[in-house]
């Protein structure tokens, strides 16, 4: 089984910055990208940024030059660091990985969202 556990959600104010954790475990072979998905209440989820296991990143446009995510491979976790945070960004935040099992193929999970609340 793989379970992802995300940490670092809360409350700022507009203008501040959080720092988002998302840890991988389980029976992992090898994780090749990971990204966060925000959900806005009655929104559909999209996305915010991924990584690739390479490296090379990708943001929504609404984040490009606030947000940075990385990753730290040999802890299997991936970080989202938020700047300059606004109102609009208030959502829960979703840890999304594709895994491939040490017995399986490759696919998609997801944690269950830490919650960030930027007011106003």
């Known amino acids: 089984q793989v379970q992802l556990v995300e940490s670092g959600g809360g409350l700022v104010q507009p203008g501040g910055s959080l720092r988002l954790s998302c840890e991988a475990s389980g029976s992992i072979f090898s994780i090749y990208a990971m990204g966060w998905y925000q959900q806005a209440p009655g929104k559909q989820r999209e996305l915010v940024a991924t990584?690739?296991?390479?490296?090379?990143?990708n943001y929504a446009s609404s984040v490009n030059g606030r947000f940075t995510i990385s990753r730290d491979n040999a802890k299997n976790t991936v970080y989202l660091q938020m700047n300059s945070l606004k109102p609009e960004d208030t959502a829960v935040y979703y840890c999304n990985a594709i895994i491939r099992l040490q017995i399986g193929t490759a696919a998609h999970y997801w944690g269950q969202g830490t919650q960030v609340t930027v007011s106003s």
């Open positions: 990584i690739t296991s390479g490296g090379d990143t």
